[in-house]
């Protein structure tokens, strides 16, 4: 079953259209981490799926239930954590809490939740503080357990990581990894690292379109423009240049070079065995042969940055 | 119980925060001033509130925008509706426990002016009916201002326009009918003003008298302007 579904959805503000016929489902129990530059479309659409703003067209589901016309069902079965972590900030976090129980009616089991959150999300030391007064790592924190206050099926985090240190940033991917085992999770975020160590699976938006969009590490692979491989032999090779006659090669470069050379292969056709077999040809014995894989951020950068134009940060 | 939550979570806001309160004061402080000092309620040796309540609707134009002008003003500046709209609440349930929620800081308020009526009614023989009218006319014409305040504060993200919007349609709609007189204007549009006038409904209440069609019009435009302010706050998300 899908959680969420998208299909055709567009939506414009004025002549800008913000996004652009986009289609995607996400099923149950995935990560999904939701990539773009500043401006592709990502708040746009999480705003869509949420119910905070509608469509221009096109259709958003949450949890089987159309957002557009049984919004209160796909609300309750969604837990949001806006960008910036907007919370009141004349309320403490436990009054917050309490709010968002009634909301959910939780009744009995508000006080088993909110204590379980509190824990959880690690707020005993600031949960009965006003939230003016606490730091930007707890409110991010005090948003999150208002997302999952409820234990909703399906969980929407728009940057959890901004505002926290590194031991903060660790410990929210690992409850999100947690969370992840039992909830469909969106993420969406700048952090090309939380997406390569939280998310099963990304979808790379780009100017209010899906540019790319499959299992996280099938999409490094399958956007890695040239295959290239790290090349150390036994044997000492002064000229890098001897390398430019492997089969299939099309560029050759020296990484580093102390007692012996690494070089970087680059190949447009052909792979290892043809290095092999050209290393025993030439009386030479490999000693290391590394496939270098590309990495998300090649692979966002060559997806989301205009060559002729000034790059997109994030 | 979610509507409750969110009223709750409404009065918390204000009254955690100075806002409330000073208005308050304000509000008590203006209408007794007036009763006592200004227009001599001891001088005039006449037993009755009627000047008392017939200020509440001025006093109104300055109190209740200053209650309603953060509803969602101040909600849309720090980009709070964007964690309340993901709640699972129709928009009409959070324009009502908004309202309602305004409606119990000006409902406190006037219940803090009862010692004014309770005391000098020891000091004659006063008329305990035009009393409770009168206080029936001042919640209604209030809750129609509040519906107002609320949808003069949904069209904006700014607490100060908010404000005077709201304090600007109100004075308008209490001097309606006076400036309809002092235009000279007659026929249809005279008689359409002094049907929608507040000041004319409101008078009837001051007077002792309780007309149901006062006590409709009252509840139609607070139904009326809630029913704009949903309509706001959806144009808001479609835009």
């Known amino acids: 079953m899908n959680e969420i579904d998208v299909r055709d959805m567009e939506k414009s503000y004025g002549s800008v259209q913000a996004v652009r016929n986009v289609s995607f489902s996400i099923r149950r129990g995935e990560i999904v981490g939701l990539l773009g530059p500043n401006g592709a479309g990502k708040t746009t659409l999480i705003r ?7 469509p221009s067209g096109g259709r958003v589901a949450v949890h089987g239930h159309d957002v557009a016309e049984e919004p209160i069902a796909a609300r309750a079965a969604l837990g949001y954590l806006p960008e910036d972590a907007p919370l009141y900030s004349e309320l403490t976090v436990r009054e917050i809490l309490e709010f968002c129980a009634g909301a959910h009616r939780l009744r009995r089991r508000a006080t088993e939740r909110i204590e379980y959150v509190i824990e959880t999300c690690g707020l005993a030391r600031i949960v009965d503080a006003d939230v003016r007064t606490i730091s930007r790592g707890f409110r991010q924190r005090a948003a999150l357990a208002t997302a999952i206050l409820h234990d909703p099926p399906i969980l929407i985090l ?20 947690s969370l992840g085992r039992e909830k469909t999770v969106l993420l969406s975020t700048h952090m090309l690292s939380e997406v390569e160590s939280v998310c099963d699976r990304v979808v790379i938006m780009n100017e209010g379109l899906i540019v790319a969009d499959g299992p996280t ?32 090669v099309v560029a050759v470069h020296v990484e580093r070079d102390r007692d012996d050379s690494v070089f970087v292969v680059e190949m447009a056709y052909g792979g290892g065995e043809t290095i092999f077999a050209w290393a025993v040809e030439n009386g030479l014995t490999v000693r290391e042969l590394t496939p270098r894989t590309a990495s998300l951020e090649q692979v966002f950068r060559s997806l989301t940055v205009d060559d002729d134009a000034p790059a997109n940060e994030g | 119980m979610k509507l409750t939550s969110l009223v709750g979570k409404e009065l918390r806001q204000y009254f955690n925060t100075p806002t409330a309160y000073v208005a308050i004061v304000f509000f008590l402080a203006a209408t007794s001033g007036w009763l006592f000092y200004v227009d001599g309620f001891f001088a005039r040796g006449v037993a009755t509130l009627r000047p008392y309540f017939a200020l509440m ?26 964690f309340l ?31 004014v009526p309770f005391f000098v009614t020891m000091l004659g023989r ?44 109100l004075g308008f709609l209490l001097v309606l009918d006076t400036i309809v007189v002092f235009v000279g204007l007659d026929g249809v549009f005279a008689r359409v003003v002094s049907y929608v006038s507040w ?41």
Request: glycine share 6%; net charge neutral.
């Open chain 1, 48 to 54: 869509a799926l949420v119910g905070y703003h509608f």
């Open chain 1, 158 to 177: 728009d940057e959890p990581s901004t505002g926290l240190d590194p031991n903060q940033i660790v410990e929210i991917r690992g409850l999100i990894r």
């Open chain 1, 217 to 248: 590490a099938e999409v490094v692979r399958a956007r890695g423009e040239s295959k290239a491989y790290w090349v150390r032999f036994t044997e000492r090779v002064e000229d890098a240049e001897r390398l430019s006659s492997i089969p299939g």
């Open chain 2, 57 to 82: 609707p001025v006093m109104f134009v300055f109190f209740v925008p200053a209650v309603t002008m953060r509803t969602w003003a101040e909600e849309r500046r720090t980009r709070t509706d964007e």
């Open chain 2, 85 to 115: 709209m993901a709640l699972p609440y129709s928009t009409g349930e959070i324009v009502c426990a908004k309202a309602i929620a305004s409606f119990c800081v000006l409902a406190l308020a006037l219940l803090l002016t009862a010692p």
């Open chain 2, 126 to 169: 006063f008329d305990p009916g035009p009393i409770v009218t009168e206080y029936l006319g001042t919640m209604l014409f209030g809750a129609a201002a509040t519906a107002v305040g609320c949808l003069a504060s949904s069209i904006t993200r700014n607490q100060v326009t908010a404000f005077l919007v709201a304090a600007a349609a």
């Open chain 2, 199 to 239: 000041s004319a409904r409101f008078e009837s209440f001051v007077k002792g008298i309780i007309d149901s069609r006062d006590v409709v019009f009252f509840v139609a435009v607070t139904a009326a302007m809630l029913r704009l302010t949903v309509h706001s706050v959806e144009a808001g998300k479609s835009r």
